[in-house]
């Protein structure tokens, strides 16, 4: 059994992405206790499936690693992975919460050795790199996952290889007996922070996603470019495995559309112009990169990232929301369209064309717990929006379309507002 | 140019955008257009060379005050009512519904391309039906075809193209779809005046809200 330690007086924060850990961050790091519940085997969310980040162009594998290391080095920081909430009864200061945990099959004796791996035949998909690729049931979710723990698929469970994986267990870190537990813990304040999930782009029909299959999304293209990608960092388009050099950026796939999604998602202008830096690190000169927009709204203070890419000569920009995708003998897709500057129609095949599709909030749809709908709204949109008389916060990507510098912002805001609920806590009990 | 024309253009002058949004049916969408070219992209007569302005230049061309382009434009006559502009806009403007009401307008105002096929099609029908509240066919056809290209009667051109179409004639007339002696009358509705006095009065109360705008 999972022992958890939590009072009243406990920040519980949902979800371990970069806005849930900056959030268990900020708030443990003034000395609050705080219980971290993340669904995946492993925190980072998002950000860590993002090749580089904009501006800066860095590598997750830093900016996340710094946070990993506060982390490490905090007793206060309770984490559970492979955990759910299900259910919140309470209120503000007094929160009663479940949370079902699913069997890892491996316990905390695991050195991420990877012989359990090697002894494993049995292959799924590899949900890291968005089902890009395919891993071993036994498996390290990826190379900077934390907790470095690996993870049994359930479906091998009662198989000769699980057994085969248990076999090649050096130190006794398999444990096939583990079940579903549900915990109950208490906590002053939530902080809840489960993100987004890119907008199904199979809905936007005339764009063909999931039927053409060098129509790829913005997403499956950082794990791509990422040397621990499906394709160890080489761009090529899935069809036929030939190297993307002349790539098309779709941009608003489903955002500002009363069709698909309402709002603007905001960071994707920002990820098109940033991926363009991809195509152009991988092939030099012969690397063409091609931006089909309605206007680039290059959020905050990115305005000069946007003025560097528009003088590279291998970006082009065309004022056109893409009408439709069909697709050449080749294998090419072929973007059709009317470009609003001049009105002239075009008929433009790639190699390799991403959509740049929106943010979704991941709680569209999830079936929130009571006591926590009872204090908050979903906007039009679907992102959750607080009425302020609770003990329950919005932040990151739950709350609205963030990029990774305005969710860490609104985590620090929510960690504040969760600290003071349960500094009243505590004043009321001394 | 008709003495209602010139009328519209100095009560509006200057501000075509304002004079759709009031006197053309669903002009008050236009504004909304955000230009991003799905409409014109989906299209299907994107690629036809006798295609003036696709929708979204249409809509940028009404706020950019260029009304006689816009109203004596091909455009709104070229649409063929597939709704996939409708359907796709992100900003769910009626765009089919639009291209109509300015067509309409156009046409009310008498500066709309007069040969077009469309329109001349359009008008022939709705003169038929509106005479008897029934489809006159046989002289739909005699009033569609006997004409040059100037659009004058012709009676060769409609012998040429009588004996074109004749195959499909008799099969309409098998089918029993064509009665040839409706060109000695043919079927009427019970009502004829009555649907008169319903169109008179529909067109009446357009006018006097289309006047109360402009007023």
Redesign the interface.
Known sequence: MTSIVATNQTILVVGGGIAGMTAALEAAETGKQVVLVEKNPWLGGRTAQLYRYFPKMCHPTCGLEINLRRLKANPRIQVLTMAEVTEITGTAGDYSVNVTLSPRYVNSKCTACGDCSKAVSTEIADAFNYNLGKVKAAYLPHDMAYPQRYVLDPSIIGTADAEAAKAACKVDAIDLDQQTETLNLRAGAIVWATGWQPYAAEKIT?YRYGEFKNVITNVEFERLADPHGPTRGKILRPSDGKEAKNVAFIQ?AGS?????LRHCSRFCCMASLKQTHYVQEAFGDEGKSTIYY?DIRAIDRFEDFYQKVKANPNVSFV??????ISEDKNGDPRL?????EG?K?YSEPHDLVVLAVGMEPAVKGMAIPAALSEGIAADSSGFLAMNGNTGVFGAGCATNALDVNRAVQSATAAALRAIQVVNQVARAEN | MSANNTAMAVRYKNNFLKELEDQAEMGEWIKMC?????C???CPT??HPGWD??P??IFMMVRAGRREEVLTSNSMWMCTSCYNCY??????LPITHIMHGIANYAHRLGVAPKLQPTRNFGKIFWNNAAKTGRVNEVMLTVDLYFRNAEGKFDLMAGIKKALEMQSIAIGLVKAGRLNPLELFGGHKCKDQKGIQAMLKKARELEETRKALKAA
């Open positions: 005339p608003c500002r559309d009363e069709n698909h309605i004022k056109s929301k893409v009408a439709r059709w369209g009317v470009n609003t009105y129609r | 955000m230009q991003c070219g799905v014109a992209g989906s994107n690629f302005h696709p979204q230049e359907v796709r806009c992100p900003r769910k």
